[in-house]
């Protein structure tokens, strides 16, 4: 007769019967740990090996190659010279930097502060308005609708733009003409006047979408019944947007806010697409001065100046918001 030890994962005990369960004996396993090699506690660092050589490859040495580049004077070929601070003292001075921080303000209120908004509004009137009354894909039709401009290239958005504001024989212009309004025709993108208010919408359109989809995802988690029972209050729909809907996925408003608050500091493609920070420096970012200044005037040190003041004002910004996130969570678990 061939008899077999218990297995290594587990271990058995006797115990006394329960009431109406026969006598048998408890299997007890083992933790998981033991059956995955260097899971102990000391070998899961060996997992995160791979990570981190890519963030240290990718990320870290051209931050710092890129932050060692700003207190030199390097155009690309030779090798860099030291010069301490007077890129930093240059920028300081600088008056078209400073003017696209300005024009960073504009962004920041056509890619956050409207189409966050908007965007919680019409999320919400999708939501509990149209999503009742048409039912749930006509709403899904819509929220993808809405969504299309983020999935277009940039390229392909601002040759289409670019097509319908062009001065001459420009969809808009012409289409000013045929009403009767010819004395409106204007050359929207060249002149600074209007250069700055034509990306400022184009960038509302764009960027409606993403608000609008993260906000009806974080809704269905909303409880149909409290709209229901604010209805039969008496409450209309604004009044159960404002009790409801803003106090319950408030931690959505602040993802998008925030991310959306990157975005606009960022923002390159449609300034790059449409009108090369011009005309004169009415449109000009800061990413776009510090891709001109690194390519096309070659002053690499310059441009690594300015690449590394946004970086430090991204990791500002990002920092304020989590903090007031993180204050007001705590504020609502002491409540």
């Keep these: 007769m061939v008899t077999t030890a218990p297995l290594a994962t587990e271990t058995t005990e006797s115990h006394p019967p329960r009431p109406g369960r026969p006598a048998g004996k408890r299997v007890r396993r083992a933790p998981v740990q033991s059956l995955i090699p260097g899971a102990s506690g000391k070998g899961f660092w060996l997992y995160l090996v791979p ?30 010279v030291w010069i301490g601070l007077d890129n930093w003292t240059k920028l300081f001075g600088d008056d ?56 277009l290239p940039t390229v392909i958005a601002a040759i289409v733009i670019g097509w319908i504001l062009r001065p001459e024989n420009g969809a808009l212009n012409q289409v000013l003409g045929a009403i009767g309004l010819g004395g409106l025709e204007h050359n929207w993108l060249g002149s600074p006047d209007t250069a700055m208010a034509c990306i400022m919408v184009i960038m509302i359109w764009v960027q409606l979408g993403y608000p609008i989809v993260i906000f009806m995802a974080a809704l269905q988690r909303v409880d149909p019944e ?11 729909w604004f009044q159960r947007f404002r ?6 996925i408030r ?20 300034i790059y697409a449409l009108t090369r920070g011009g ?9 776009y001065y510090s891709y001109s200044e690194f390519f096309q005037n070659q002053q ?24 007031f996130q993180t204050r007001l969570e705590r504020q609502d678990e002491e409540r």
């Design 279 to 287: 005309p004169g420096t009415s449109t000009m970012v800061p990413s």
């Design 243 to 248: 009790a409801i809907t803003v106090g319950i």
């Design 96 to 151: 078209v930097f400073w003017t696209s921080f300005g024009n960073s303000v504009a962004m920041i209120v056509a890619m956050v502060v409207v189409p966050t908004l908007l965007g919680l509004v019409l999320a919400a009137m999708l939501f509990d308005l149209v999503g009742k009354k048409f039912g749930g894909k006509v709403a899904s039709f819509l929220r993808a609708t809405y969504y299309l401009p983020q999935i």
């Design 226 to 236: 409290l709209y229901e029972a604010a209805e039969l209050d008496g409450a209309n």
């Design 51 to 80: 990570g981190l050589l890519l963030l240290t490859i990718i990320v870290l040495v051209p931050l710092g190659w890129n932050f060692f580049l700003t207190f030199t004077k390097y155009r690309g070929i030779k090798p860099p």
């Design 251 to 270: 931690p959505e408003i602040f993802v998008v806010t925030l991310t959306c608050t990157i975005a606009a500091l960022k923002v390159f493609g449609p």
């Design 300 to 323: 690499v040190g310059y441009g690594a100046t300015i690449a590394t003041a946004l970086t430090v004002v991204v990791a500002i910004v990002a920092i304020i918001f989590i903090t």
